[in-house]
């Protein structure tokens, strides 16, 4: 069973930049797609960007585009989420969520096969 973990969630302001990390458990199969999707209150889960593992291949929200970059390690499983002047508006639940196959689109939550437990972050003054 696939396992992802996300960290590096928190309080920020207005303004600043984070980055976000998700861990991958090895696994035999193939991983075809990581994405991030964020989920505020009330809210359905959306889409932010995510990355084509085998060649790097990245995809990004209207929302997140120009001030965001995925990127990840093959190596060390890991998929990373920067995203620089962040607004209140940002504030949300993010998850990552490996999609395995190449069926369904890349920014459908439906899509994808394995999902992390989320790290909440919050863009407050």
């Known amino acids: 069973q696939e396992q992802l973990v996300e960290s590096g969630g928190g309080l920020v302001q207005p303004g600043d930049s984070l980055r976000l990390s998700c861990s991958a458990s090895?696994?035999?199969?193939?991983?075809?797609?990581m994405g991030w999707f964020r989920q505020a209150p009330g809210k359905d889960r959306e889409f932010v960007g995510g990355?084509?593992?085998?060649?790097?291949?990245?995809l990004y929200a209207d929302s997140v585009k120009g001030r965001s970059t995925v990127s990840r390690d093959i190596t060390a499983r890991t998929m990373w989420l920067q995203m620089s002047s962040l607004k209140p508006e940002d504030t949300a639940v993010y998850y990552c969520?490996?999609?395995?196959?190449?069926?369904?689109?890349?920014?459908?939550?439906?899509?994808?096969?394995?999902w992390g437990q989320g790290t909440q972050v919050t863009v407050s003054s």
């Open positions: 090895p696994r035999a199969s193939r991983r075809y797609f």
């Open positions: 990355i084509r593992w085998r060649d790097g291949t990245t």
């Open positions: 969520a490996e999609k395995s196959g190449f069926d369904g689109s890349d920014s459908d939550p439906s899509a994808y096969n394995y």
